[in-house]
């Protein structure tokens, strides 16, 4: 007996491979669901508001200098990758801050309490730079960000939002 197991997330509609009429008409329900999802107010209400959230913050960075301090520009590439990013997040991941990084990164941050907190900055090249500290432990890397979001991200945001 063999199990198929799918990672269902409601902001993302899968691709369709498929070619039959079946397979075209899963691909319009994905869509439906996808659509209502966004509608409601539980779910799509903060996804909403961080969406305009990052079209907020990136054209406030869209101009070399935004900061006075030598910032660099916010390049349309790292603002579809950060749209992407949000897109890819499950949906029972509270919503991050969003502020901008003076490299021309965006990033996201978590913030639990003062020694919990997770970081995630989105670059040029579809580097995810993050940053957690969880009590007196922390971590560090980077990961490549193509279709998924990185194993090591989400396994540091829960353990974020589950160890006391």
Do not use: C
Request: glycine residues 6%; proline residues 7%; hydrophobic residues 40%.
């Amino acid at each position: 007996m063999s199990t198929l197991a799918m990672h269902y997330n409601p902001f993302v509609i899968p691709d369709n491979v498929g070619m039959s009429d079946d397979a075209e008409h899963l691909t319009e329900q994905f869509e439906a669901i996808h659509k209502h999802m966004r509608k409601t107010v539980t779910v799509g209400e903060p996804l909403r508001n961080v969406y305009l959230a990052l079209q907020e913050t990136y054209e406030e960075g869209l101009a070399e200098n935004w900061d006075a301090y030598g910032a660099k520009a916010i390049s349309p590439r790292v603002y579809s990758q950060a749209v992407k990013f949000l897109a890819l997040l499950p949906p029972v991941v509270p919503m991050p801050d969003i502020s901008l990084d003076p490299d021309g990164e965006i990033a996201f941050d978590w913030l639990r309490e003062p020694r919990r907190g997770f970081s995630i900055s989105v670059g040029e090249k579809g580097e995810l730079s993050y940053a957690g500290i969880f009590g007196r432990n922390r971590t560090h890397g980077t990961e490549i960000f193509q279709n998924d979001i990185p194993k090591i991200i989400m396994e540091n945001l829960s353990r974020l939002y589950t160890e006391d």
